[in-house]
């Protein structure tokens, strides 16, 4: 399973972004997918999960400003990021995992099996 993430670039305080990330290879439609950040100085931290037939997680910082869509028919995985802070300067990464034990471990960084490349944010004040 290879994962391409895009979409980042730098955007000013209040604006949006979309982040997409493509998959290609042994992905399937019941594989549980995020998005993780990781600004600088920081640890990477989890932002966003889709677990199919299953409720879709946000971390606090972004519920209600982000939302993770996901387009089985297209094998990609968008972060829609409205009312950008300065605070959600990162790198983001999307990862996927095609084992059930990610459906209850989502919130497990070791758990995910595949990394995207990263994608870089930058939301200037």
């Known amino acids: 399973v290879q994962l391409q993430a895009f979409g980042g670039g730098l955007v000013q305080a209040g604006g949006s972004l979309r982040l997409s990330c493509a998959a290609s290879?042994?992905?399937?439609?019941?594989?549980?997918m995020a998005w993780f950040r990781q600004a600088p100085g920081k640890e990477r931290e989890l932002v966003a999960v889709?677990?199919?037939?299953?409720?879709?997680y946000y971390s606090d910082s972004v519920k209600g400003r982000f939302t993770i869509f996901r387009d089985n028919a297209k094998y990609t995985v968008d972060l829609q990021m409205n009312s950008l802070k300065p605070e959600d300067t990162a790198i983001y990464y999307c990862?996927?995992?095609?084992?059930?034990?990610?459906?209850?471990?989502?919130?497990?960084?070791?758990?995910?099996?595949?990394w995207g490349q990263g994608t870089e944010v930058t939301v200037s004040s």
């Open positions: 990862a996927a995992c095609l084992r059930y034990v990610c459906y209850s471990q989502f919130d497990s960084e070791g758990q995910y099996d595949y």
């Open positions: 889709d677990r199919p037939g299953r409720n879709t």
């Open positions: 290879g042994r992905t399937n439609s019941w594989s549980v």
